[in-house]
């Protein structure tokens, strides 16, 4: 059966001893579904299993280095790859595929040099869930955070957006965006507020109207190291669902990113006050937005969200994404916008209407949040000694 190979991922460094890494990763269509390939460096442990609406695959491993310096590009069956750190021991790969398909076969097989091992995964199309995990890897549950001693807590800003006068998308049922983004931003509160360690704001705890750059100065005042804005979105397409993250760029990732950011902030216009009448804070908001720490920061807690958000909610296919919201323009805070879904489709109305689902969903988000402050406390303590 004739292969299209869509990358092959280079070794670029010598392996690490007593330790799969991950070489490179390949995926191949076939006449009636796709294979996947992980090229390891030795035997391990997996365990693989679907999830859909959107149809991905996922991938655990033991933790292992990555040392894979490419990934297969969108198309032939692929609609992006993310991988990174998941629980206390593992490591995982969530595959978005274009359509839907179902895990058939998934083992290893001998690969290259003496040790070297390859994951096949094998695909076929057609859209019959299948709960069965194949290979016998478990991850570990995280143990309860014991964060390092540090000389003060994380502050985190969550900003409920719109509000007010500005109800945001109104969504099928009458659901109205204004009320699930102050749900949501609630419950991570909440959660929170329930480690030790946090310092958590919001920018609006009622229904209240606030203007872009009063958002964006009430991170900055509180001395923020976090700044989380929620939305819910709409489209045209009322077929179109699922949740999706945005980190800060003058220019849009897709028309699509363009478009939203351009509606999001004409949002002061329904409050009667103009975007730019403020010049002066917008020209020192301005300064130094291509601050390459922040933008850094800013996409490792994008990553962090989704890694969480993608075994328990639908994901917009290629849901990390990039634009100019106003409300990401502090300069000097790693910032995030969450969209949770489309009001629009009556799927996603339904599910971000719902006690549980909003509970499932502040729930990944602070877990998205506690993990990137845990990856800064290690960094911190490195610098400290």
Same mark, same amino acid.
């Given at each position: 059966?004739?292969?299209?190979?869509?990358?092959?991922?280079?070794?670029?460094?010598?392996?690490?001893?007593?330790?799969?890494?991950?070489?490179?990763?390949?995926?191949?269509?076939?006449?009636?579904?796709?294979?996947?390939?992980?090229?390891?460096?030795?035997?391990?442990?997996?365990?693989?299993?679907?999830?859909?609406?959107?149809?991905?695959?996922?991938?655990?491993?033991?933790?292992?280095?990555?040392?894979?310096?490419?990934?297969?590009?969108?198309?032939?069956?692929?609609? $992006?790859?993310?991988?990174?750190?998941?629980?206390? *021991?593992?490591?995982?790969?969530?595959?978005?595929?274009?359509?839907?398909?179902?895990?058939? $076969?998934?083992? =290893?097989?001998?690969?290259?040099?003496?040790?070297? #091992?390859?994951?096949?995964?094998?695909?076929?199309?057609?859209?019959?869930?299948?709960? #069965?995990?194949?290979?016998?890897?478990?991850?570990?549950?995280?143990?309860?955070?014991?964060?390092?001693?540090?000389?003060?807590?994380?502050?985190?800003?969550?900003?409920?957006?719109?509000?007010?006068?500005?109800?945001?998308?109104?969504?099928?049922?009458?659901?109205?965006?204004?009320?699930?983004?102050?749900?949501?931003?609630?419950?991570?509160?909440?959660?929170?507020?329930?480690?030790?360690?946090?310092?958590?704001? =919001?920018?609006?705890?009622?229904?209240?109207?606030?203007?872009?750059?009063?958002?964006?100065?009430?991170?900055?005042?509180?001395?923020?190291?976090?700044?989380?804005?929620?939305? %819910?979105? %709409?489209?045209?397409?009322?077929?179109?669902?699922?949740?999706?993250?945005?980190?800060?760029?003058?220019?849009?990732?897709?028309?699509?990113?363009?478009?939203?950011?351009?509606?999001? *902030? %004409?949002?002061?216009?329904?409050?009667?006050?103009?975007?730019?009448?403020?010049?002066?804070?917008?020209?020192?908001?301005?300064?130094?937005?291509?601050?390459?720490?922040?933008?850094?920061?800013?996409?490792?807690?994008?990553?962090?969200?989704?890694?969480?958000? %993608?075994?328990?909610?639908?994901?917009?296919?290629?849901?990390?994404? $990039?634009?100019?919201?106003?409300?990401?323009?502090?300069?000097?805070?790693?910032?995030?916008?969450?969209?949770?879904?489309?009001?629009? *489709?009556?799927?996603?109305?339904?599910?971000?209407?719902?006690? #549980?689902?909003?509970?499932?969903?502040?729930?990944?988000?602070?877990?998205?949040?506690?993990?990137?402050?845990?990856?800064?406390?290690?960094?911190?303590?490195?610098?400290?000694?």
């Amino acid at each position: 059966m004739r292969r299209f190979l869509l990358s092959l991922a280079i070794l670029v460094t010598l392996p690490s001893a007593g330790m799969a890494d991950v070489l490179g990763v390949r995926s191949a269509t076939r006449g009636d579904g796709i294979r996947l390939v992980i090229d390891l460096s030795e035997s391990s442990k997996f365990r693989a299993f679907e999830l859909s609406k959107p149809s991905r695959v996922v991938v655990d491993l033991p933790k292992l280095a990555w040392r894979a310096n490419a990934l297969p590009a969108k198309g032939r069956g692929l609609a $992006s790859i993310r991988h990174g750190p998941f629980r206390t *021991n593992a490591y995982r790969l969530v595959f978005d595929l274009e359509r839907a398909a179902t895990i058939e $076969s998934a083992g =290893l097989i001998p690969g290259r040099g003496s040790k070297g #091992k390859r994951l096949v995964i094998d695909l076929r199309y057609g859209d019959r869930p299948n709960s #069965k995990k194949f290979g016998t890897f478990e991850p570990l549950e995280n143990p309860p955070p014991h964060p390092p001693k540090r000389t003060k807590e994380w502050v985190v800003m969550i900003d409920a957006g719109h509000g007010g006068v500005d109800p945001g998308t109104i969504g099928v049922g009458r659901v109205l965006e204004k009320h699930v983004n102050l749900a949501v931003a609630r419950k991570v509160k909440k959660l929170l507020d329930s480690k030790p360690g946090y310092d958590v704001h =919001l920018t609006r705890s009622k229904d209240e109207f606030l203007r872009l750059r009063q958002r964006v100065r009430l991170g900055r005042e509180s001395g923020a190291d976090l700044f989380i804005s929620i939305h %819910a979105d %709409a489209h045209p397409d009322p077929k179109v669902s699922g949740a999706s993250i945005y980190t800060l760029s003058e220019k849009g990732s897709d028309r699509e990113a363009e478009r939203l950011a351009r509606s999001e *902030n %004409a949002a002061d216009l329904i409050g009667g006050a103009p975007l730019e009448d403020d010049n002066n804070e917008v020209a020192s908001i301005l300064i130094d937005l291509a601050q390459r720490e922040t933008k850094n920061q800013s996409l490792a807690v994008a990553d962090d969200i989704l890694f969480a958000l %993608a075994p328990t909610q639908p994901l917009l296919r290629s849901p990390k994404r $990039s634009a100019g919201f106003a409300v990401l323009k502090a300069p000097d805070v790693p910032s995030v916008l969450i969209e949770l879904g489309f009001l629009t *489709n009556r799927d996603d109305a339904r599910r971000l209407s719902r006690k #549980k689902d909003q509970d499932a969903i502040a729930s990944a988000i602070a877990t998205g949040i506690i993990r990137y402050f845990e990856g800064a406390n290690t960094a911190r303590s490195r610098q400290d000694r």
